[in-house]
């Protein structure tokens, strides 16, 4: 799972990734700051407790010790129960209007985003920076106009990569209809992250309203409009209202209006305070929980912490208070569970010690989509296995099941294979 931070310049993106990812990157108030994007893996909680939990009580059920019962994950990790799955974050340049035909960074930095499961992209909700990221003071943009820029931009980044071979791959359509431009589509898509299953659902929405005769006569802005629907499908895109410390609290609710009416999610956020908060945390200042609403001030902290940075840490206490943690939590788990439908599986070789080859318990938790059958969960951890698919065990019940039957969240799958 990988997800892209996008947005204008200067809204918060590397604010945003070094929080989350706790790596450090350049931060600064003006544009371009970040040129290569960066790359780093934030954890999130599974929305169940780690399965070891319910190992553990299997055996005190039948008299048997438990206490030395602990997973070990091969990537993210386990706390108290709750597992924490990574997801690969990108922070890449600024996007400024024209970027697909290279101004600004240009699509370089577009490039950087393929192979994106979703976006975020970063609004500056405070409004004090310009479409270019100059802080220019208040009233510089439109969140709402910084909103439909971007998607704009990204389709049009779109419609270039499907323009280069456009008279050549739209020939298809002459002899095979709609199935010749889908493939055309597809073929040149798939380099950016497009599966089938987005080319298909682009497509048959895009069809909705218009006509897919003649492809060939198409003018730019009907190819801009199949770009548009093409984007929604590869390049699924959330908000984070970001700055929500400094916003207006009306300028605040009407992009969130604008953006829950598209039925998309918007979370508004506060990365600085955030990673403040982490970076405080992490030096043991304060006890915060990533997420939480609130935290507290250790002895340490009483200590060693000035005035000055205890006010700042009471600022961001209101802060927290006023939107409701910093949003990042909540607004990425939205988008993977319930906007992506993403579940969480634990693939074990053992199905009643729920452990790998080397004996370790619950190794892999993998995040693969709602509606993944057996087989399915198969083919995600090895081809081979996929292929050689006989039967699976779900380790919570012992019961055989099937290749079509379909995984839930949580479920602990032995699969047998003939490899
Ligand atoms: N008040 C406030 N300032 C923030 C917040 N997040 C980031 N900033 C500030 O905004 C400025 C830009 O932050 P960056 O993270 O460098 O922004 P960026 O989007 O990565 O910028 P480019 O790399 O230039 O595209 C910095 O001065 C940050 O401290 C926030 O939530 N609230
Ligand atoms: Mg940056």
Same mark, same amino acid.
């Given at each position: 799972m990988k997800i892209g931070l996008v947005g204008k310049p200067n809204v918060g993106k590397s604010t945003m990734f070094a929080a989350l990812t706790q790596i450090n990157v350049e931060i600064a108030n003006y544009p371009f700051t970040t040129i290569d994007p960066n790359v780093g893996i934030t954890l999130i909680q599974a929305r169940? +407790?780690?399965?070891t939990k319910l190992l553990r009580e299997k055996l005190e059920n039948t008299g048997r010790q438990s206490e030395t019962i602990e997973c070990t994950p091969r990537t993210g990790s386990c706390e108290n129960d709750v597992r924490l799955i990574p997801v690969t974050l990108v922070d890449v340049a600024g996007l400024v209007p024209g970027a697909h035909e290279g101004k600004g960074r240009g699509n370089q930095f577009l490039s950087d985003l393929s192979q994106c499961d979703a976006l975020i992209q970063v609004i500056d909700a405070s409004c004090l920076t310009d479409l270019d990221g100059n802080p220019i003071g208040t009233g510089a943009c439109d969140p709402i106009e910084e909103h439909e820029f971007l998607i704009s931009e990204l389709a049009s980044w779109i419609l270039s990569i499907i323009n280069q071979g456009w008279v050549r791959g739209v020939r298809r359509a002459q002899s095979d209809g709609d199935k010749g431009l889908m493939s055309y589509l597809y073929n040149t898509l798939n380099g950016i992250g497009a599966k089938e299953k987005h080319i298909n659902s682009g497509f048959n929405k895009f069809k909705i309203n218009e006509d897919t005769i003649n492809p060939w006569d198409w003018e730019e802005s009907k190819k801009h409009r199949l770009a548009l629907k093409l984007r929604e499908e590869i390049f699924p895109l959330y908000v984070a209202a970001n700055k929500a410390d400094i916003a207006q609290e009306s300028e605040l609710n009407k992009l969130i209006e604008f953006v829950n009416n598209k039925n998309s999610i918007i979370f508004p956020t506060s990365a600085d305070s955030e990673l403040a908060l982490r970076r405080a945390n992490n030096a043991n200042l304060i006890e915060y929980n990533f997420g939480s609403e609130d935290f507290i001030i250790t002895e340490v902290g009483k200590q060693k912490l000035s005035e000055n940075q205890i006010n700042g840490l009471e600022k961001i206490k209101s802060t927290l208070s006023e939107i409701g943690g910093t949003g990042f939590t909540k607004l990425i788990d939205k988008i993977i569970f319930e906007s992506l439908e993403k579940i969480v599986v634990y693939p074990v070789q053992d199905e009643n010690k729920w452990t790998d080859g080397d004996g370790k318990i619950l190794p892999d938790a993998l995040l693969v +989509?709602?509606?993944?059958t057996a087989k399915g969960l198969a083919y995600e951890v090895h081809t081979d296995l996929g292929d050689g698919f006989i039967k699976a065990v779900d380790g919570k019940t012992s019961r055989i099941i099937g290749s079509e039957h379909e995984l839930n969240d949580g479920d602990v799958i032995k699969i047998h294979s003939k490899v």
């Open positions: 169940h +407790d780690c399965p +989509d709602k509606g993944t």
